[in-house]
T-cell receptor, first 112, second 114 residues
Framework: NAGVTQTPKFQVLKTGQSMTLQCAQD?????MSWYRQDPGMGLRLIHY???????DQGEVPNGYNVSRSTTEDFPLRLLSAAPSQTSVYFC???????????FGSGTRLTVV | AQKVTQAQTEISVVEKEDVTLDCVYE???????LFWYKQPPSGELVFLIR??????QNEISGRYSWNFQKSTSSFNFTITASQVVDSAVYFC???????????FGGGTRLMVKP
């Protein structure tokens, strides 16, 4: 049972480039979320989804897009990378009615 | 809006000392859940405990204990007889039924020296 899998683990982008961070879970969880972690600020919610075809914005959504075409996958797209998006990104999932989140191992993104 | 404050950004102790990590939260909801997560140097987030707002019983798990006090909106975490392996960043987080997000505190970096 893999849990929540994030790829890649590390990525360096140039300003203006686009990329997709992948997140997949094999627990049939309805809820999936993306967080970013910055020093001293804990984790902040970017976007979340309560099921396939349904997404919504979190606390810091600007510069990011998401879609949820299947229950398993919840990719995060950076449209035009900026240095301010240098961060560690975590994907998390939970089942509906549950309150325990399972987190992926994170993607460390550097934008130069 | 809800908020979680971990006022201690960094704590350094010597092995075998007891240490308490503070967490204060704000929410208007009557039903909510509080969490503690550990983030070791390897970077993953490790779930430690969840407590719901209706259960104020303190909990002990080995060397770990948690003190939940609604009257002061606090959910403090104590490590007894700390060990070097306890060195990590610890996050307190709050979840409410109305929203769909965990609100995290800024984290406390604990360094346990041999």
């Amino acid at each position: 049972n893999a849990g929540v899998t994030q790829t890649p683990k590390f990525q360096v982008l140039k300003t203006g480039q686009s990329m997709t961070l992948q997140c997949a879970q094999d627990m049939n969880h309805e809820y999936m979320s993306w967080y970013r972690q910055d020093p001293g600020m804990g984790l902040r919610l970017i976007h979340y989804s309560v099921g396939a075809g349904i997404t919504d914005q979190g606390e810091v959504p600007n510069g990011y897009n998401v879609s949820r075409s299947t229950t398993e996958d919840f990719p995060l797209r950076l449209l035009s990378a900026a240095p301010s998006q240098t961060s560690v990104y975590f994907c998390a999932s939970r089942r509906a009615g549950g309150y325990g989140y399972t987190f992926g191992s994170g993607t460390r993104l550097t934008v130069v | 809006a809800q908020k979680v404050t971990q006022a201690q950004t960094e704590i350094s102790v010597v092995e075998k000392e007891d240490v308490t990590l503070d967490c204060v939260y704000e929410t208007r909801d009557t039903t909510y859940y509080l969490f503690w997560y550990k983030q070791p140097p390897s970077g993953e987030l490790v779930f430690l405990i969840r407590r719901n707002s209706f259960d104020e019983q303190n909990e002990i798990s080995g060397r770990y204990s948690w003190n939940f006090q609604k009257s002061t909106s606090s959910f403090n975490f104590t490590i007894t007889a700390s060990q070097v392996v306890d060195s990590a960043v610890y996050f307190c987080a709050l979840y409410n039924n109305a929203g769909n997000m965990l609100t995290f505190g800024g984290g406390t970096r604990l360094m346990v020296k041999p």
